[in-house]
């Protein structure tokens, strides 16, 4: 599913993200990105999305290079990877169907098929009956929802989620966390970077913890450790 080979990553000469990491992950693992700020958690999202080139290494996800991808095949590979992030990156213009719809609309869907599926994804997430609001008009719980939803709707294969809960209060931060793990409960990969230890701790997923752009623990069950 996806497969990290001797990856680096150099934004100058002095700065290494990442330090010649190399990992597995199969397909329906959750999986925590743990770490200090710095650390190159972000880094190995931003690879994962084609946001960013590793500077030497393969990356390899459902069989493919992505690091060898044309300009053009991005968009397309990007359609089976959903991205949840911190500060939600909702449009501020659209409501919360519009936000969750645009996923579908820039994949082609017919109008009919749109309805139908963010109806549907929005119940899923339990935030239906705000389908008719605006970003601003949501509480930060409903507004990761709203992400989640836009995130899962076209069903990717993986959902990547970059500190999601960092600015929510703990027991919001548990909402969105047990939405995660339903989404994973469906098949599809998570991949989750975060600082917030009670989370790690209480799921016992599987933990990669990185320092300094390297890998320094990889176990299957994992806690948070300093």
Do not use: C
Not at 37 to 57: F, M
Not at 107 to 128: A, N, P
Not at 129 to 149: D, H, K, V, Y
Request: zero cysteines; a neutral charge.
């Amino acid at each position: 599913m996806i497969r990290f080979e001797n990856v680096t990553k150099k934004f100058s000469s002095a700065i290494t993200a990442l330090d010649d990491i190399s990992f597995e992950i199969s397909q329906s693992e959750f999986v925590f990105l743990v770490g200090p700020s710095g650390a190159g958690k972000s880094t190995v999202l931003k690879i994962l999305i084609r946001e960013l080139l590793p500077t030497t290494g393969k990356v390899i996800v459902n069989h493919q290079d992505i690091t060898k991808l044309n300009n053009q095949d991005i968009p397309k590979y990007r359609e089976k990877i959903g991205v949840v992030f911190q500060d939600f990156k909702l449009l501020e213009d659209k409501t919360v169907f519009e936000n969750v719809a645009l996923t579908l609309e820039v994949q082609g869907r017919s109008e009919s098929e749109i309805e139908k599926e963010v109806e549907h994804t929005l119940k899923l997430v339990e935030i239906y009956n705000r389908r008719n609001l605006f970003p601003r008009q949501l509480s930060g719980g409903e507004a990761q929802r709203t992400a989640i939803a836009r995130a899962v709707v076209g069903k990717p294969d993986i959902v990547l989620a970059d500190e999601p809960t960092g600015d929510l209060d703990p027991q919001t931060a548990w909402g969105v966390i047990q939405l995660l793990n339903e989404v994973n409960s469906w098949g599809t990969t998570v991949v989750m970077a975060t600082h917030n230890q009670e989370i790690v701790n209480t799921l016992k997923r599987r933990v990669i913890q990185l320092k300094d752009g390297k890998i320094t623990r990889d176990v299957k069950e994992g806690k948070y450790e300093h």
